[in-house]
């Protein structure tokens, strides 16, 4: 029997497909990497009898990287990054080992049919799945089809049937245009931020961040609040004048009259128009006109809207609305939710889909009479012929949802049954005043009928006060006429919902990728986000984007951007060469890095007002071993030390405090060393400020403490204060940590394990000696007197913290995954620490974490 392969984009959907393709009748197994399943069970395929085989990915299986010595910043000249660093595709998650997964399952398939989500990005990973699997799928004849691509919508039964009836083929050119769009990401992200990073973070004391990164979407979109800063600060407010009138007639309340000059700039022009009203006591009704209007249903529903609203409304980031709505698709409650499309196709099972909402009873109402009276058609939408608009696809309950996927769930489904209501109609009064020569009115509106508003109400018409019977001729009394003082006012910090609109608007991201661009100038510093979800730029914001202005201002203009994504589009339609866009695209963007580097003390002005230089800030602490003064600690993020004599800075590890250690040197190069702690009942250890940017030994990496410290005599190093080897990770040493005493603790200098043990000692000292059992250091134990948990009083023991039952209940070893590893950290003269040899694990790729940020 031949053997079909099928792959999702993640686990949840390969589930969820294979249990609607097998009819529930599939047995499943984990595959090798434990993250992913494989769903087997036998049906027919083109014909013939044959086992499916469904599994998936976890997104992206590679991500696009730059090789070996390219990903060290000292070493390589940013401007290399445009044309001579080879970039490579290496695995996006090598934890995951899907390529090894996919060659498992894929060897000896006759078939493939590829369930990526239909978008650019599913369209990409099918061919990252194909270049893993193809080589070791079975050669059937060349004339026969063996890779389908599936096309679906929703993971519903009939949408998943339909796109199994129809299958296609994968679309080579949408997969190639998000290639070059990752390409191009990442050479010129990587380039410029390497280079603005390395120049300004030097530089001042108080830039509050640890990366300065420019992105050819990101970098606009921050524009784009800034340039609403620069509108706000600029702002001069002007007085103006504006005419009020009051009115009634018999006992009616009295009505308040707008001025049809509206307002005026000048007082004294103002003045003279009150004079000229206040001539007559009467205000003659000139005409009285009635208007039935209507207030549109709403389009259908496409991603851009639906983060807007999300935000605006639901209080919602883009970010995490996305994740939401993902997630309602993944479990089948609402159609694929990456849409520019707002235009439901002639054959769109309106009335079927709207039948699964009868039974809800916060809109059960409003579903029922729209199936009794008949749907109204929706509104002619614009097709991007991707997917359907965002539709609920079957009923649920707020418990089933949680919270934030009900409110969204909520919204996603009246706002389709709004779609097929009717318009909301209202009749608009206007009565035309006229008070001695001046013209004023007065309208109100009343409603006819809600149409789709009762079940969007936050857009029903407001109830007003009925407006009074009258017509032509009336006169009504004037109550009071006076002229009112007011000031404009400046425009507010850009909203999410409208940095959504201008993004759409300007072509900067797609729908796909907004949400990430916002978070990520979110996370990078450049704005925070205040009440109502306004984006309101930092310091750094503004500077940045100021110095780009001041440099080279496409690199923050959207239009540069939007040629970009229209040149990707044309990729995608195979209108225009993969090769060519990138080689042009590329050679743009290399000239203007040059010119920026040259122009860069353009933007240093900019930095010298708002930061002040590294020598200006800081507090003294620890002494440098060079000139013997009082380096300076610079605490904003990322926080260092700095010697203003010899113009030196000293990296520290972050996210924790600093103090001085005990006024101690380091043996090597007599810089005092300081204690970093990450709180009272987290982990502390000493560092060498030098060693820690400087690794003194060869096995040493930059970036360490006294803890992996290999010094072989320093008191302070691993080699004096290691006991052996971590409880939990393979490569970590348990050091004991001096400074933790009454409470004494160890603390893995690896990972974030920590072991409590020995209370209420004076004194916990690590011995030369080493256990007989277990090779872990012997530890040398001084209780204090009145408090000694040892038996007779006793006050001194020295044992294995591992192996001595002495010492067993004193040792905080309940540990689950406490378990004997044999061999501890071999000390002194007898060898390096253990963590040191064996297979330590491959240091994580800095880039590849970092390539997240540039896009
Ligand atoms: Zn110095
Ligand atoms: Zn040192
Ligand atoms: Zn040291
Ligand atoms: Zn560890
Ligand atoms: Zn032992």
Known sequence: MRTVLMVAEK???????????????????????????????????????????MTSVCGHVMSLDFIGKYNNWDQVDPAELFSTAPAEKKEANPKLNMVKFLQVEGRGCDYVVLWLDCDKEGENICFEVLDAIQPV?????????????????????????????CLGE????????????????????????????????GKYGNLDSSLISFGPCQTPTLGFCVERHDKIQSFRPETYWILQAKVFKGKDNPLMLDWNRVRVFDREVGQMFVNLAKTSREAKVESVSEKEKAKQRPQALNTVEMLRVASSSLGMGPQHTMQIAERLYTQGYISYPRTETTHYPENFDLKGTLKQQTNNPFWAEEVKALLSTGLNRPRKGSDAGDHPPITPMRAASEGELGSDGWRLYEYITRHFIATISQDCKYLQTTIDFSIGPEAFSCSGKTLISPGYTTVMPWLGIPLEENLPECERGDTFTVDEIKLVEKQTSPPEYLTEAELITLMEKHGVGTDASIPVHINNICQRNYVTIENGRKLKPTNLGIVLVHGYYKIDAELVLPTIRSAVEKQ??????????????????????????????????????????????IAASGKPLARCGKCHRFMKYIQAKPSRLHCSHCDETYSLPQNGAIKLYKELRCPLDDFELVLWTS?????????????????????????????????????????????????????????????????????????????HFFEHAHRVQVAQESCDACEASLVAVDFNKT?????????????????????????????????????GARRGGRGRGRGRRGNPKKPKDKMAALAAYFV
């Open 568 to 613: 990707l589009n044309l990729i995608a339609q195979g209108k225009a060469n993969f090769q060519q866009v990138l080689q042009h695209t590329l050679d743009i963007f290399k000239r203007k890095f040059h010119y920026f580097v040259d122009s860069i003390t353009g933007m240093d002005e900019l930095m010298e007002v708002s930061f002040s230089p």
């Open 170 to 201: 994968p679309n080579r050119n949408e997969a190639l245009s998000v290639d070059a769009r990752q390409e191009l990401d990442l050479r010129i992200g990587c380039a410029f931020t390497r280079f603005q990073t390395k120049y300004f973070q």
């Open 137 to 165: 799928m079975n050669k059937g004849s060349s004339m026969d089809q063996s890779v389908y691509r599936a096309k679906f919508s929703s993971i519903t039964d009939t949408d998943i049937w339909n796109a199994m009836n």
């Open 11 to 53: 686990p949840s959907l390969a589930q969820s497909i294979s249990k609607i393709l097998s009819k529930g009748s599939c047995t499943s197994r984990k595959g090798l990497n434990g993250a992913c399943s494989v769903h087997e069970y036998t049906g027919s395929f083109q014909g013939q009898s044959v086992r499916f085989k």
């Open 679 to 755: 709180g009272a009942r987290g982990k502390s250890y000493p560092l060498c400020p030098y060693c820690y940017s400087n690794a003194p030994f060869r096995d040493m990496k930059k970036g360490m403490g006294c803890n992996e410290c290999t010094h072989p005599s320093c008191q302070h190093s691993l080699n004096s204060l290691g006991i052996g080897q971590c409880v939990e990770c393979d490569t970590g040493v348990l050091v004991l940590d001096p400074t933790s005493g009454p409470k004494w603790r160890m603390a893995c200098n690896k990972c974030n394990v920590v072991v």
């Open 787 to 823: 408090r000694t948990p040892l038996a007779a009083g006793e006050t001194q023991h020295t044992g294995c913290v591992f192996c001595d039952p002495v010492f067993q209940d004193l040792v905080e070893l309940k540990h689950a995954t406490m378990r004997y590893r044999g061999g």
